[in-house]
């Protein structure tokens, strides 16, 4: 009896291949259209549930960026509130201030977008005003008066009691950060649980119908088999992909009029899904890859900057404050004037946002003698560094190489400050400066903390830093990485040699100028 049905099917099916489907199905069953229209929509309502999950888990990470980009305001306040009360220099408090009041303009944007974000989230909204109540607490009735104290009374400003009550509210602070991420992850995992289960039982029930279908198609006949169920199961089996996750499902554009009407639609669908995924990603990628352009790009700015404004500013107040023979004003003046063009040709080339991103570093070539460049660059920084003694030896020869002084004067100057920053109690730090075997030998000694040697191996990494910042050490972690990139670009090589407690030597070699 089976192969009867079957060849009836078949007779049936060939003598109405050109009828459109919704005759092929009033002649088999106007129930089995039912059911497979339900099919098709429990299978649409899955991917709107799987859509739906994916804009709740957008919205989630919208906001964990924007409470991130608050505790990150947050701890530039505390950074440089307490940068500011601490700070013993006059210039050093101005740049805590001026970093103090950019964050407080900074606070009020991240705390609207934090706010705007968890408007329809009722379980976050009194989290997100608590944290905005305490963070400008925290500005108008600690910060401030603490900075109108300070000018009044540093000691006072300084006390261990008014030190303890900014951590306090600093804790309570973080605190609610960590609430309002807390909240949002478990807000984020039950609303795509949610949506899991609803794709789920969708699906479950669009194969119930199928199967159901199915077993129709067997009382009405073979011809209904030929011409509904199979195109309709390979749509649901691609629906099936789709709400699984698969964008990339396609179905055979044939058949009936009316099906290949709906796999077309369904093919333009995945399509549209598939665009619009690719262009999240690619979204989310450049969002990545400008927030990390542009923390590299002012960690650099405020990392190579401040060896030639401090040189300018120390220098400078000297002249100020004492009486110099004119010998020794015009010396002075003369470090600030070679100070002052490498401040400007560095401000130049990290304004070069593109040549930052593309890695390239452009050298001036000119012979000269790093030697005298090593005893300037040390007669600054020691004047900035009184617990530090340097002693410098360049020999008789002349170290003459050919690069571009200032980059090279960069390199030396980082070490120079290594050295001075990983040995706080002071001591000796030795520069030799040597000609040897056609190479000029740059080696700066210290007398400080070493490097662990589980962390030598990444030392010249961008922006690894050890346990410098649990060690209370400043710094981004990028001035060995760009040294090594200077030095290399003089066809050099760079290295060092230290051990955990008995100090750090540097050394960088450059080929001697023919």
Do not use: C
Request: neutral net charge.
């Amino acid at each position: 009896m089976p192969g009867v049905f079957e060849r009836l099917g078949e007779r049936l099916s060939r003598r109405t291949g050109s009828l459109p489907l919704l005759s092929r199905l009033l002649i088999g069953s106007t129930v089995l259209a039912v059911l497979v229209g339900a099919a098709f929509a429990l299978a649409l309502l899955a991917v709107s549930d799987l859509r739906s999950s994916t804009n709740a888990q957008a919205h989630s990470k919208d906001v964990s960026t924007a409470t991130l980009e608050l505790e990150r305001v947050v701890n530039q306040l505390q950074s440089s509130l307490l940068g500011f009360v601490n700070s013993g220099a006059q210039a050093q408090r101005r740049d805590y201030l001026a970093q103090w009041n950019q964050a407080r303009r900074d606070l009020g944007g991240a705390l609207v977008r934090l706010n705007k974000l968890v408007a329809s989230q009722p379980a976050q909204v009194a989290t997100a005003g608590e944290l905005a109540d305490n963070t400008r607490y925290y500005v108008q009735y600690y910060g401030l008066p603490l900075m109108a104290i300070f000018k009044v009374s540093p000691q006072v400003a300084r006390a261990p009691d008014t030190t303890r009550e900014g951590i306090r509210q600093i804790s309570v602070i973080r605190g609610g950060l960590s609430d309002l991420l807390a909240n949002e992850d478990r807000i984020a995992s039950q609303s795509e649980g949610s949506a899991k289960r609803e794709a789920t039982r969708a699906i479950t029930s669009a194969i119930a119908a199928l199967v159901l279908a199915a077993a129709l198609l067997v009382l009405f006949g073979i011809f209904v088999a030929h011409g509904v169920v199979r195109p309709v199961r390979t749509v649901a089996a691609g629906a099936s992909r789709v709400a699984a996750g698969d964008l990339s499902t396609r179905l055979p554009e044939q058949g009936a009029a009316e099906l290949h009407e709906l796999t077309e639609a369904f093919n333009a669908m995945a399509r549209s899904l598939e665009h619009g995924k690719r262009e999240l990603e690619a979204q989310n990628e450049e969002l990545r890859q400008s927030e990390r352009m542009k923390s590299e790009l002012v960690s650099i700015v405020s990392h190579e900057l401040r060896t030639p404004l401090s040189g300018i500013l120390g220098y400078s107040s000297l002249l100020l404050k004492r009486e110099f023979d004119e010998e020794d004003a015009r010396r002075y003046l003369e470090v600030i004037n070679a100070q002052g063009h490498r401040l400007s040709s560095l401000v130049e080339e990290f304004l070069d946002v593109e040549r930052v991103e593309a890695g390239r570093i452009e050298l001036k070539e000119q012979v000269f003698d790093l030697g005298r460049l090593l005893e300037d660059e040390a007669r600054v920084l020691g004047s900035e560094a009184p617990r530090h003694k340097f002693d410098v030896e360049t020999g008789d020869r002349p170290l003459s190489v050919l690069g571009d002084p200032d980059r090279l004067a960069q390199v030396y100057a980082n070490l120079l400050a290594n050295a001075v920053k990983y040995s706080p109690d002071g001591g000796l730090i030795e520069v030799r400066g040597v000609r040897d075997d056609g190479v000029v030998r740059v080696q700066v000694r210290d007398e400080g903390v070493g490097i662990p040697l589980e962390h030598q191996a990444r030392i010249f990494t961008k922006f690894f830093r050890a346990e410098a910042r649990e060690s209370g050490f400043a710094g981004t972690g990028l001035g060995l990485a760009v040294s090594r990139d200077i030095v290399e670009a003089h066809g050099g090589r760079i290295g060092f040699t230290s051990a955990p407690g008995a100090g750090s030597s540097f050394w960088f070699e450059l080929p001697v100028a023919s």
